[in-house]
């Protein structure tokens, strides 16, 4: 079993930058695949970025160039990096794990309570 939470969110001006963490429970962290996905009000769950067991990242189309997702498995931790941040980012962000490969979509088996991120023009 394996329990995540997050924390970073918060309101933030359109082109600022936040940080998003997300602690994870377990001695099993560093053999998880972790991913980050974002869901807007009346919208579904969408992917944002992950990163695999050895360090290798995915991003979508929507986030690329702008944000960072990293871990650190010292400390249980992945960590979403979030710069030039839109309106249209503005969306609870979720932090997930799965043990397998990395997908885009929400099939992942662990799942935090999420944060919200609100980015104001």
């Known amino acids: 079993q394996v329990q995540l939470v997050e924390s970073g969110g918060g309101l933030v001006q359109a082109g600022g930058s936040l940080s998003l963490s997300c602690a994870a429970s377990?001695?099993?962290?560093?053999?998880?695949?972790m991913a980050w996905f974002r869901q807007a009000p009346g919208k579904e769950r969408e992917f944002v970025a992950a990163?695999?067991?050895?360090?290798?990242?995915y991003y979508a189309d929507s986030v690329k160039g702008r944000f960072t997702i990293s871990r650190d498995n010292a400390k249980n931790t992945v960590y979403a990096q979030m710069k030039s941040l839109k309106p249209e980012d503005t969306a609870v962000y979720y932090c997930?794990?799965?043990?397998?490969?990395?997908?885009?979509?929400?099939?992942?088996?662990?799942w935090g309570q999420g944060t919200q991120v609100t980015v104001s023009s």
């Open positions: 997930a794990a799965r043990a397998n490969g990395v997908v885009v979509t929400t099939a992942y088996t662990y």
């Open positions: 990163i695999t067991r050895s360090g290798g990242t």
């Open positions: 377990g001695r099993t962290f560093s053999t998880y695949v």
